[in-house]
Structure formats: C-alpha cells, structure tokens
C-alpha cells in the first residue's frame, strides 16, 4: 500500500544551520505530499505541500520539490532558527477515500 | 475562534473505563477525522466522517467508535479502556473536495493507569 518513510530524529542543529529531513514515498497512483509541522503541545499544521511532480511548496523559509524520479519530497531550510524547533511530519494523498499517510515524524531541535 | 476544538484536553483515567473524546470544527467543513499519536509520535488515522457516513475505518479495535451528531461535530467513544490505548488523539477536518488539506486540532492526551 502506500507509505512514507522519513529519516529518524532526532535531529539537533545550531541556529542559522541548514536544514534535511528527507522522505520518500511508495504509491500505486499519482499522489499529492504534504510536509506538517507539530511545535510543542500544538495540533499539526500544514507547513506546504505539492500536488504534482517538480512542483517545489515553499513557506516560512522552508522548501521541498516534489521528485518523482527519486520517489521524494525531502524538506530543506537555508538557515533554521530555535523557533524552528517541532516535529516534522512527511505525509501523502492519492485522493482515494479521504486516505492520508503520514511517515513516522522527525523531531528538530535548534539551539541557540 | 478555534477552528478545530477537542475536549477534553487532558483525560486520565483507569483500565477498563469508558470514555469520550469530543471535537467540534467551525470551518463549515464537511469531513472529519481522528488520528491516533503513539509515543514514538508515528501519527495513524483511524476514522474519517464524510455526511455522517464513514469514509475509512482503519485496523483499529471495535472498541473505539466515532459518533457524528452533526456535520461539525465527530466524538470518539472508547470502551473498556486498555493500557495501550495511551496516546495523544488528534481530531481533524477538511473539504470534501480538498481532503489533502486537513486542519487538526491541538489534541487530547489520554492516559490510562
């Protein structure tokens, strides 16, 4: 069935490191992926998300292009900050009954 | 406004026990979900509501039942609460037509002794 794997956390970095946290995916049909972020204490929110291949989502600071080539969507940050620090969540959606698959979440602390 | 509300926020409780977990979205949303957060933060769907009818139900125990009243609002019930069931729960919703883009909840962590 389809799935995403992300690399295990933890990841520690210094402010103003760069950032990857990759993900790859297995999927029968053509699918949209997602990268969610949890900060601590809070519900997930949708960090940004690409629907088709090569597409690049962008927000905050943070990119990743959708390579269907490579079957990967891996997030990356020039420059992080400590507020940047949360669990990351690689996710996908075929679409089909509302069925969304997330990888097992990278967790990201930035020290000052 | 919250967009997507649970309560409560924190539930402990003993084995055996019966309890809810509510959420309510004031998004006008039509689709609604729960997801199960384990210790190891690997986050699992386990229903999703579409018109008060169910969309998916994944390989979760009979145990736990979503009760929808109303469009806005899914309810997970559980019976005969077990150690395992431990966990955060994470309600969320989305539009029928744009299910890739889920708004969650801030979560419900429950406990069981």
């Known amino acids: 069935g389809d799935s995403v794997t992300q690399m295990e956390g933890p990841v520690t970095l210094s402010e103003e490191a760069f950032l990857t946290i990759n993900c790859t995916y297995t999927a029968t049909g053509y699918p949209s992926l997602f990268w969610y972020v949890q900060y601590p204490g809070e519900g997930l929110q949708l960090l940004l998300k690409?629907?088709?291949?090569?597409d690049k989502g962008s927000n905050k600071g943070f990119e990743a292009t959708y390579r269907k080539e490579t079957t990967s969507f891996h997030l990356e940050k020039g420059s992080v900050q400590v507020s940047d620090s949360a669990v990351y969540f690689c996710a996908l959606s075929t679409g089909n009954n509302n069925d969304m698959r997330f990888g097992a979440g990278t967790r990201l602390t930035v020290k000052p | 406004d919250t967009a997507v509300s649970q309560t409560p926020k924190y539930l402990v409780t003993q084995m055996g026990n019966d309890k809810s977990i509510k959420c309510e979205q004031n998004l006008g949303h039509d689709t609604m979900y729960w997801y199960k957060q384990d210790s190891k933060k690997f986050l699992k769907i386990m229903f999703s509501y579409n018109n008060k009818e169910l969309i998916i139900n994944e390989t979760v125990p009979n145990r736990f039942s979503p009760k929808s009243p109303d469009k806005a609002h899914l309810n997970l019930h559980i019976n005969s609460l077990e150690l395992g069931d431990s966990a955060v729960y994470f309600c969320?919703?989305?539009?029928?037509?744009?299910?890739?883009?889920?708004?969650f909840g801030p979560g419900t962590r429950l406990l069981v002794l």
């Open positions: 969320a919703s989305s539009h029928v037509g744009n299910q890739e883009t889920q708004y």
């Open positions: 690409a629907t088709k291949a090569d």
